[in-house]
């Protein structure tokens, strides 16, 4: 929980180890994303309770890789939450380098719009770190640019979509200065964020790039 995705807990070598999360007072939530190491649970259960002590499951999972996994389930009342590690599928611990207990969205639709658009970028490092592993979903794929500044990552929602943020999980080849801009036309971009070391506004003029 410390928004670290480097970082990660992991259980004693057992199955049935458990992981969980005092929101602080209860909340409607809707969902649980976690994003699993190499040592993760084949079957894992999400619990809820209200008091830490009465658990009801919300959801029992199955899956068959590492990787950011999201469980939903109906919105619910919940203070704390709780993920239990079945069985596993290897045989060291559970792991999880990232854990998110979400709520109902009341804005945009929830979830992630660009996984499995279409990606392009200005390069790739080479053809097995493309555009397309930034959306495939995968936490152990990425894409890597050339060796230069300057170099840019789109993603083609498809349609005109309302967002109000982007995540993005950088490798240690990370850009300690980085813009996001947004276009309804893929010609005309806009900035909309800016992240640095200067202090710049985050609303600088609009820019444009012909692909």
Known sequence: MDGDSTTRWSSGFSDGQWWQVD????????SVELNWEAAYASQYRVATSTDGTNFTTAADETISQSGLHTTSFAPRSARYVR??????????GS????????GPASGPPPG???QGHTATASSSEDSSLGPEK???GSSTTRWSSGFSDGQWWQVDLGSAQTIDSV????????ASQY????????TSFTTVARRDDLGES???PAINRSQ
């Not at 929101?23 to 809707?30: M, N």
């Not at 995540?167 to 990370?174: D, P, Q, S, V």
């Not at 813009?179 to 893929?186: C, H, L, Y």
């Open 134 to 136: 930034a959306v495939d």
């Open 23 to 30: 929101l602080g007072t209860a909340k409607t939530i809707d």
């Open 202 to 204: 985050a609303h600088p």
């Open 179 to 186: 813009r996001i801009a947004t276009s309804t036309d893929g």
């Open 112 to 114: 992630d719009l660009a």
């Open 95 to 102: 792991s999880f380098w990232d854990a998110r207990v979400l």
């Open 83 to 92: 993920v239990t590690g079945i069985a596993r599928a290897t045989q060291f």
């Open 167 to 174: 995540e993005l999980n950088w490798e240690n080849a990370y």
